[in-house]
């Protein structure tokens, strides 16, 4: 009998229409999904000094590794729920700093909620309700590969009675090709801040001087449609900007999307949530009171943006000794140079590290959940294997057995 409403671990989007049937899932046509589901398991064993070695004996060595640390660094992240609150204890055990790697991105819009808060939107939202959606940067589906099919071509949508318009404000390069598309105003990588600034300030009902480089006819109708929308939405990939214009570009973004709420309804959507990224970044709120770059060397979690940024520890020599968490993604272990932990899913390759611990795959090995992008639900996953493989929760678990007991 053939089990519906099954999740998708696979992007941010966390598809739930999915079937299984006879330990086969169904992607509907979406090419990461089907390609997530199709992981082979190619490395089973765990290993200890490159030796094959049981869970419980790999777990003690990976405790003395981590323990006799000053400042051990867990990152890497890619897990379920359920194996990120094992984590986040173990970090809290260690005395150890924990971040996410590769957060940048993330740590970008976060700090844009924080400092000025923003109204943002859900899924069920844009695909029932937006008339108006501009899209910011990047192309959503090589990411998201069906972003347009179940956000922007919703047929049952519950509150609106045609298709939405939808611009694309961004290089060419990126720009996407679905013919969900209406509208494509095309600059460079270099003038893409300066488009979205005179998008706001055309908004604003300020008269701006000619440009070659800018299509400020194109962008004065885009203002003007957006403030005429019934429901606007806004969807950005902050990773299309340079890392130094970041945080202005969030800045015009909020600026935009509050003068449209005076008149209208305007709501924001950032992009990613790729290997639950924001189920690590909710359990790290949860637990610990911060979405991320806490340190527990001090007995207590600490949140700094700079001081626990993983890479930088890395790269300062300031960590001494790294957990790495690689259980829905296979990214290989970085080069760090410092005594490392691995957990590490079976289709991945052998690792540079001291003890290599291999993990299931969530919704493929084993039950669990992850966070949706919009932040909104933990969808539940289903199985689609048995494969004896630990989870990353039951892993990080056997570690922390092996750890003196908390004073």
């Known amino acids: 009998m053939p089990r519906r409403a099954i999740a998708c671990p696979f992007c941010g989007l966390v598809c739930d229409d999915l079937i299984l049937e006879q330990g086969r899932v169904d992607a509907r046509g979406c090419v990461k999904g089907a390609a997530g589901f199709a992981r082979r398991p190619a490395i089973v064993e765990h290993r200890v000094g490159g030796r094959t070695a049981s869970l419980g004996e790999a777990a003690a ?24 609150r094992g984590l986040v204890g173990l970090a809290d055990r260690l005395g150890a700093v924990i971040d996410r790697w590769q957060s940048a991105a993330q740590q970008s819009n976060l700090a844009l909620l924080q400092r000025a808060g923003a109204l943002t939107a859900t899924f069920a939202e844009i695909a029932n309700r937006a008339d108006v959606v501009l899209l910011i940067g990047s192309d959503p589906t090589p990411r998201q590969p069906r972003f347009f099919e179940r956000l922007l071509r919703n047929r049952g949508a519950l ?17 996407p090709g679905d013919a969900a598309v209406s509208e494509r105003l095309l600059v460079s990588e270099d003038s893409l801040l300066d488009a979205l600034s005179a998008l706001a300030a055309l908004g604003e009902g300020r008269r701006l001087g000619a440009s070659a480089s800018l299509p400020l006819a194109a962008l004065g109708a885009l203002a003007e449609r957006l403030a005429a929308a019934r429901y606007g939405a806004i969807v950005w990939d902050i990773a299309a900007f340079p890392p130094a214009s970041r945080a202005a570009a969030l800045a015009i973004l909020l600026r935009l999307m509050r003068r449209l709420t005076r008149r209208t309804r305007c709501v924001g959507l950032p992009l990613g949530g790729e290997d639950n990224a924001q189920g690590a970044a909710q359990v790290m709120l949860w637990q610990a009171g911060w979405p991320g770059r806490l340190s527990f060397a001090e007995g207590v979690p600490r949140h700094d943006p700079w001081r626990n940024h993983a890479e930088r520890l890395l790269a300062a020599g300031e960590a001494d000794a790294l957990l790495w968490v690689a259980a829905l993604t296979a990214a290989p272990v970085p080069e760090c140079g410092v005594p490392t932990v691995a957990l590490l899913a079976a289709d991945a390759p052998a690792a540079r590290a001291e003890v290599e611990i291999r993990v299931g795959i969530p919704g493929l090995d084993h039950g669990g959940a992850v966070m949706r992008a919009d932040t909104v639900v933990a969808l539940p996953l289903t199985p689609a294997r048995q494969s004896g493989l630990p989870s990353v929760a039951a892993a990080a678990a056997a570690i922390l057995a092996h750890l003196p007991a908390a004073p």
């Open 61 to 84: 060595a990976a405790a003395r590794l981590l323990g006799a640390a000053r400042l051990p660094l867990v990152t890497g992240l890619a897990a379920d729920v359920a194996g990120m």
């Open 159 to 175: 509150y609106r009675r045609a298709p939405p318009y939808v611009a694309f404000l961004g290089p060419e390069a990126a720009a």
